[in-house]
């Protein structure tokens, strides 16, 4: 499925299967999870993607070939790709452990195709192994939805006991049960009027679940903001106590507004969180079956690409899609 240009929806395609090259795979796409950051590079509110793009950076695969000086990977082999899918190895942030910041990285489903696909490459160096008896479906939102989702709890603090979610959707229907299998309680805030998605938190362990504009029935220690609402910082720094972190964990958010010193003051920290190391998803990949994480998806065939991300954009997905090539179009 090609994104021709930004503002269209993807379109069905046939393109020859791509050659691995140095350290790549080739893969046969086994599922892909749609991601909201799919939609906002559809969008056009990420600048410069390849065009035409395959989207897709949620991907698990079975090892086709492999190029030449590829290792760690053999023909039949169950891999994860994810968003990461280069970086340079040489810059300070490269060689500090934070590759997620590198100013050359490259990204899949961005700068590079992605798993919108039957067949997709990726640099087997910037790949997961995955056990073959997970379900490729199920397995396919924690390749970009936990791992960001995981990456940012981490930021909000181990001492964050209450935890807001901003945004109730595939990364924090996981994260809400990373969080919960660490003691925490989480108070989850979702779109006002959207009762399904409030339901869907309490099923999954939450506390409290309401409309993000109202206050949570305590203050929080830290909060982690998915949905891509610049409204929401000051409404989560309100809700935080003294010291307590506000994560922004999208790519894209519409502006933030203007608000009082007071709301930041008392240590209270507001960052982002940025990508994803390879680091990140050794870890997240090792703790989710520990735990077990159980992700909720609903699957569609990959020629509905462009269907997915309408609803993901209107708000009414229950929690992650995921396309899965060679299904029956009408399924
Ligand atoms: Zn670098
Ligand atoms: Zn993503």
Redesign the pocket.
Known sequence: MLLEAAGRPPVAAVVPVPEPGPHQVLLRVLACGVCRTDLHVADGELPRPKLPLVLGHEIVGEVVRTGPSTERFAAGDRVGVPWLGW?????????SGR?N?????RFTGYDLDGGYAEYTLADSRYCFALPAKLAPAAAAPLLCAGLIGYRALVAAGDRAERLGLYGFGAAAHIIAQVARSQGRRVFAFTRPGDAAAARFALELGAAWAGPSDAAPPEPLDAAIIFAPVGALVPTALRAVERGGTVVCAGIHMSDVPAFPYELLWGERVLRSVANLTRRDGEEFLALAPRIPVRTTVETLPLERAGEALARLRAGRMHGAAVLLPGAAPGA
């Open positions: 970086t340079c190895g040489d810059c300070p942030y490269c060689r590759e910041l590198c100013g050359r990285a």
